[in-house]
């Protein structure tokens, strides 16, 4: 089994920068890609941004300009930052991963760290 552990998030200032670090841990083979999500409250979870195990990222439009997504295969983990902060991206922001787990694929999601953004 594997399980992922989100860290960062909390309370960020209008225009201030969101990091978020997520590591995977447990009986990892591998790694396919890992990802951030994020929920709104009383909208649907969103993809911000995801990354292959080969660096190849993907970001969502209204995180693409402002967002950088990164991943170390060898410590299982991924990171994300976001500047410029606005209320709008005030979220539960969930770490997904895909996952070699012995013989298996299998997918991965994080508890959630909350983030507020406000002054």
């Known amino acids: 089994q594997a399980h992922l552990v989100e860290s960062g998030g909390g309370l960020v200032q209008p225009g201030g920068t969101l990091r978020l670090s997520c590591v995977a841990s447990?009986?990892?083979?591998?790694?396919?890609?890992m990802a951030w999500y994020r929920q709104r409250s009383g909208k649907q979870r969103e993809l911000v941004a995801s990354?292959?195990?080969?660096?190849?990222?993907n970001y969502a439009e209204s995180a693409r300009d402002r967002s950088t997504i990164s991943i170390d295969i060898i410590k299982k983990s991924v990171d994300l930052q976001m500047t410029n902060l606005e209320p709008e991206d005030a979220a539960v922001y969930y770490c997904?991963?895909?996952?070699?787990?012995?013989?298996?694929?299998?997918?991965?999601w994080g508890q959630g760290t909350q983030v507020t953004v406000s002054s």
């Open positions: 447990g009986s990892v083979t591998s790694i396919n890609a």
């Open positions: 997904h991963a895909d996952l070699w787990v012995g013989p298996n694929r299998e997918a991965f």
């Open positions: 990354i292959t195990r080969f660096g190849s990222a």
